[in-house]
């Protein structure tokens, strides 16, 4: 980007975490550290730290829809994507919504904090089948998600496989082994392909799956194609993790860096 060009806009539709690592806090930043005018529509409150969810606060679909309705009405959203949606009913809203505005739609199905706090139930999971799976353009579950969303205990490339199959393309992120992460990358009707880079060893990893499918999110909004804006997103990904390798905030899994530094 040109100094003093028009940024692209892109849209959360997302919960807070009031430890300042997942969530909408990861997504404005990395919209921002990555030129992009980020606008954030809340889903929910969560009472959050390193450690755990104390408390979350579910906002009224109303609210949801209304904070929907102004930025589309006002601003050119080049891409939208989804973290915590926390109900049933903020999923189907969110469906109906952007399934026919021609947007790359990126859903990552935050079902499980790095705390293991449960942020979706059931009846969440039924509906990201139901509504949303079929209208993203890209979904990015980790193992765990791809798990519950697919109700299958296979490898990574078996459920991308499976979950490419009800429409999206998607990325199943993180398999983190001895020095390197595997991601796999499936299209519909496509044989799965596997990206891997290096892992940092690191206990300050929360927010990494935010501040990747926000990373993600920007790169499609300026149309990069899907493997390169994958494999773009990871380096982003890996770069803060490196900043943050050693940080020492919090008594839990500490955050991923939402700080500008050296990035590769
Ligand atoms: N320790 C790590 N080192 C480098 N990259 C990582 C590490 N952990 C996760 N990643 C990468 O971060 C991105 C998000 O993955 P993941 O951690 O699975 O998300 P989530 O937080 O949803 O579980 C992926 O590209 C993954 O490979
Ligand atoms: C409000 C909120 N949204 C999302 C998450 C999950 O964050 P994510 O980066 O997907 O995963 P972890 O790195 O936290 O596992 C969250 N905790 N809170």
Known sequence: MTDGATPPVVLTVAGTDSGGAAGI???????????AHGASVVTAVTAQDTTSVRDIHRLPVAMVAAQ????????????????????????????DRF???????????????????????????RAYRRWLLPVATVV?????????????D??????????????PAVVLTGGVGSGSCTDWVALPGEDPVPLTHHAVVTGNDHGTGCTFSAALTVHLARRVPLISAVTRAATYTTAKLRLS???????????IAHTRGEIA
Not at 27 to 34: K, Q
Not at 154 to 167: C, K, N, Q, S
């Open 25 to 35: 806090a990861a997504d404005l930043t990395t919209f921002s550290d990555l030129g």
């Open 68 to 95: 929907i309705d102004a930025v589309l009405a006002d601003l050119p959203v080049a891409a939208v994507k989804t973290g915590m949606l926390g109900s049933a009913e903020a999923v189907a809203l969110v469906a």
């Open 99 to 125: 399934s026919d505005q021609g947007l790359p739609v990126v859903v990552d199905p935050v079902l499980v904090a790095t705390s293991g706090a449960v942020l979706g139930d059931d009846q969440l999971v």
């Open 140 to 152: 990015t579950p980790n193992l765990d998600e791809a798990r519950v969303l697919t109700e299958v």
């Open 154 to 167: 296979g490898p990574p490339d078996v459920l991308a496989r499976l979950l490419a199959e009800t429409g």
């Open 245 to 255: 390798q050693h940080w020492e905030l919090g008594r839990g899994r500490g955050p």
